[in-house]
């Protein structure tokens, strides 16, 4: 049985309440297909029945499953290159250079669902900046999801996962083989700090952060959202920080505080 309207537009907006991410009430057919097994699991007999026990709100952290059920998580290792390219090329060089008294870097990875891109970044460092090994270096990778934040802090991934996008020498070099997968090395893991976080709603304090990736999220948000989201960070960011985002992500017909720069043919955003 299909789902009835009004509980389509219920969901799109527990969704769009907690998360910010705007599914279209056209894309219903996603609904049924990605909250089927949530119902299941949690023991419910349809999606119609779940709908009534988010409703009756008995069930509290029924909520943050559907909403994560509804999130896009697709990720891969080195996603796109470039921004790789340019960390390599330009924005680690200059803040080598910019930070050399202080010896801190601080790199913010929003939305790093299942921790692919938090370890890209990592392993980009290790490999291209030895001198960083005395400096304080901090990558804070945060997400919405406590299920995809446990996997990305075990960093354990399947032969497909790191056959996606991940240089044999970096598998060698940073992976420990564990049965059928591989898992990250300590000394990488050692980098990165995972919080839950969840961009549309009040930050923790954080860093001055020298770099973040913020990259193919604020694709699922409405503009306003996406305004405030960077009118926020810009206070959280070093005067000279540069902002990734995601290949098909763009702010200009924006009201923000940054301004584009095209590095070598990558765009980036810098405080304005
Ligand atoms: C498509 S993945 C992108 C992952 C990675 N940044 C990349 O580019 O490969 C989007 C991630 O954003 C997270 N997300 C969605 N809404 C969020 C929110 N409001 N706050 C924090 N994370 C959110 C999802 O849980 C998901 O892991």
Known sequence: MALMESDIAFLCDVVANVSGNVISSEQGYLLESRLRPVAESEGLASVETLVRELRSGRQPKLESRVVEAMTINETFFFRDQHPYELLRSTIVPQLLQARQSEKKLSIWCAACSSGQEPYSIAMCLRDHFPELNTWDVKIIASDLSDAILQKAKNGLYSQFEVNRGLPAKYLVRFFDRDGMNWQVKPELRQLL???????????????????????????????????????????????????????????????????RHSVAGTVCYRPQ
């Not at 996406?226 to 959280?236: C, F, H, P, S, V």
């Open 193 to 259: 700090e995972f919080r839950k976080m969840n961009l549309t709603k009040p930050w923790p304090t954080l860093p001055k952060f020298d770099i973040v990736f913020i990259r193919n999220v604020m694709i699922y948000f409405s503009n306003p959202t996406k305004e405030d989201i960077l009118r926020r960070l810009r206070k959280t960011v070093a005067p000279d920080a540069y902002v990734l985002l995601g290949g098909g992500e763009t702010i200009l017909n924006l009201n923000t505080p940054f301004t």
